[in-house]
């Protein structure tokens, strides 16, 4: 595949990311600034997504914009290496999957289609989504797929809506009827079909 660059980033989020990664993107944007669980969710979904930890560092010190270098160099930086296993014990973190962001968290975290509420979810999709397709007549059947607690199910139709100029039908899921289980293959299946 080729090299992500950190200045790639805006763009892919807009038109691959699953919304609890679109989340994390929106937010670090907005504040310039990612919480804990946040920054931990996302790093590790960036890095299994293919930036390099050269451009890890280069995408979050021009994140954190408001923060100076030093405070970066000592507060962040080691956090971000250390996620790539390069401080430490050295793990290969893996990224959070689906079944562990459905644990139940604040509005910060997580996947949204569990942990937001019946106002805010259908109007962050279609702020988020629209641009891609979703159409407000879509969204009355992903809340409903949310309200029986379905909220992979509802991410996998999200999926299909908004990649149906792609070719992608009701019922083909992520790939061969597969629903979505993790943020990464979301975002890695849509990067093909988008290229
Ligand atoms: Fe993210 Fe998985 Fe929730 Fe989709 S179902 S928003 S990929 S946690």
Known sequence: ADEIKAEMID??????????????HEKLRKDKHLKHFGRLEYGLFLKVLGLSIEEAIVFWRKSFSRIEDDKFNKEYK???RHSYGLE???ANYPARSCIQLLAPGSSEHGCPYRNFDEDN???TLISVYGPQG???SDIREVTDTVKGKHYHVACTRVFELTHASCG????????GGESVTHPNQYAARSMELRK
């Open 168 to 175: 992608v039908n009701k019922g083909d899921g992520i790939g």
């Open 78 to 80: 080691y956090n971000i």
């Open 88 to 90: 430490g014990k050295r």
């Open 134 to 136: 979703l159409r407000s």
């Open 11 to 24: 763009e892919i989020a807009r038109r691959s990311f699953p919304l609890c990664m679109r989340m994390h």
């Open 121 to 123: 979810l259908p109007t």
